[in-house]
């Protein structure tokens, strides 16, 4: 696996949320080892989350999309005998 760069930053944050993250690593939570990881992981988790939220926005908004539903309907009428067909087949 190719080396990742990595870039040095510094982060304040709520010293009760600090030594709740310290204790997480201490405990060996997810066998993360450093409060470095448990931030990286965190970061990553939130990162996932909003592309997730946006492919889910983008998603939702096709329910409404005209032009969207016109283009669906026009591909399913364009293959309903071959899918009536490959449904007789598969009986």
């Known amino acids: 696996m190719p080396a990742v760069e990595k870039k040095r930053i510094q982060i304040r944050m709520p010293a009760a ?27 990553k988790e939130k990162l996932r989350r909003i592309r997730e939220a946006k ?10 999309d005209e032009k969207y539903l016109r283009a669906t309907a026009e591909v399913s009428r364009d293959f309903a005998d071959s899918d009536w067909e490959a449904f007789k087949v598969s009986e």
């Open 17 to 43: 949320l600090y030594s709740q993250a310290r204790i997480a690593v201490d405990e060996g939570f997810e066998e993360i080892p450093s409060i470095n990881d448990f931030v990286v992981k965190a970061v």
């Open 55 to 64: 492919i889910d926005a983008a998603f939702s908004r096709m329910g409404s």
